[in-house]
T-cell receptor, first 116, second 113 residues
Framework: AQKITQTQPGMFVQEKEAVTLDCTYDTSDPSYGLFWYKQPSSGEMIFLIYQGSYDQQNATEGRYSLNFQKARKSANLVISASQLGDSAMYFCAMMRGNFGNEKLTFGTGTRLTIIP | DADVTQTPRNRITKTGKRIMLECSQTKGHDRMYWYRQDPGLGLRLIYYSFDVKDINKGEISDGYSVSRQAQAKFSLSLESAIPNQTALYFC????????????FGNGTRLTVT
């Protein structure tokens, strides 16, 4: 069965420092997608970044980058120059399944707190 | 206006009551999903629909039912609410394909007393 593991329930990081949020996944499918979502205290789910299993380069979106290590089955989110507004829950998720039947499965999340 | 709208935003109900959560979208996506979020468990898939005539159970469908009234509308019902269904419920939509992100509504916070 597919599984997403986020081993850091909570993290505290000084403002302006970089932070890495860990995510490992388990699947035997050759084709899958990895996503990161942010959930601020207001509760909404915000899509941050996507990495496809066949992508040769790591995905980047502004201050967000995804450190994709396929052999290790890890997809860590890196936030550069952290800001107070980055304080939130962060969820890693994997989309897999036969074409036309893909489903998204989430990890349990990491609560990130940025310290001024 | 939000692209994915959930109503109500908050609901308190009593054990045994039937309750419906509604979701509508203006994104033109074929696919719609219902997830519930519990502390420490992340988001778990309840039901999903890839088009109007397609309804599928997720990992935790017991005690829930859904209706896809139109491409843009997908409702979730709790036939007889129980306290362990107290949670934050999210509706989401997407295009088809493994690289299509889900777009979420703002959630419905349901409390069953």
């Amino acid at each position: 069965a597919q599984k997403i593991t986020q081993t850091q329930p909570g993290m505290f990081v000084q403002e302006k420092e970089a932070v890495t949020l860990d995510c490992t996944y388990d699947t035997s499918d050759p084709s899958y997608g990895l996503f990161w979502y942010k959930q601020p205290s207001s509760g909404e789910m915000i899509f941050l970044i996507y990495q496809g299993s066949y992508d040769q380069q790591n995905a980047t979106e502004g201050r967000y980058s995804l450190n994709f290590q396929k052999a290790r089955k890890s997809a860590n989110l890196v936030i550069s120059a952290s800001q107070l507004g980055d304080s939130a829950m962060y969820f890693c998720a994997m989309m897999r399944g036969n074409f036309g039947n893909e489903k998204l499965t989430f990890g349990t999340g990491t609560r990130l707190t940025i310290i001024p | 206006d939000a692209d994915v709208t959930q109503t109500p935003r908050n609901r308190i109900t009593k054990t045994g009551k039937r309750i419906m959560l509604e979701c509508s979208q203006t994104k033109g996506h074929d696919r719609m999903y219902w997830y519930r979020q519990d502390p420490g468990l992340g988001l778990r898939l309840i039901y999903y629909s890839f088009d109007v005539k397609d309804i599928n159970k997720g990992e935790i469908s017991d005690g829930y039912s859904v209706s896809r009234q139109a491409q843009a509308k997908f409702s979730l019902s709790l036939e007889s609410a129980i306290p362990n269904q107290t949670a934050l419920y999210f509706c989401a939509t997407s295009f088809r394909g493994p690289n299509s992100p889900l777009h979420f509504g703002n959630g419905t916070r349901l409390t069953v007393t």
